[in-house]
């Protein structure tokens, strides 16, 4: 049960390790791709545990949580940024999908840029 400064720390250390990592010679995009998921993913649990959601045990609970959450439900477009870089972190991860540098750029450039700044306009 962590809390909203507890994942708010966590996606800056995540969003860290993919900085770190010049996207003109690694050879690791699978793994930026993975980190800016898992960053966005603490920047939403951030405002999930300021709205008491403290107990999400999977990623399943989560995408319920922008059903449940107002705050969230209205803003379809944090959402669809979310399951983009979820399904792209996956198809990473376990379909060994290729990604080149242009799309990481994107990916870290609009879809997570945008979760991030709405999260941080929030908390």
């Known amino acids: 049960m962590a809390s909203k400064e507890q994942h708010l720390k966590k996606a800056e250390h995540n969003e860290r390790f993919f900085n770190h990592l010049d996207l003109d010679t690694t050879l690791f995009l ?3 791709v993975t980190g800016i998921f898992y ?3 603490h920047y939403i649990r951030a405002i999930a545990s300021m709205y008491g959601f ?3 045990a ?3 609970e989560l995408d319920k949580l922008f059903d449940r959450l107002s705050i969230l439900k209205r803003n379809l477009d944090i959402y669809q940024d979310y399951r983009q870089l979820k399904d792209d972190s996956r198809d990473a991860r376990y379909e060994m999908i290729k990604f080149v ?3 990481v750029q994107d990916l870290r450039d609009q879809e997570f840029s945008r979760i991030k700044s709405f999260v ?3 908390v």
Do not use: F, M
Request: charged share 20%; hydrophobic share 45%.
């Open 58 to 60: 999977s990623y399943g």
């Open 39 to 41: 960053s966005a993913l």
């Open 120 to 122: 941080l306009s929030i």
């Open 54 to 56: 403290e107990n999400i």
């Open 101 to 103: 540098k242009v799309e």
């Open 30 to 32: 699978d793994w930026i």
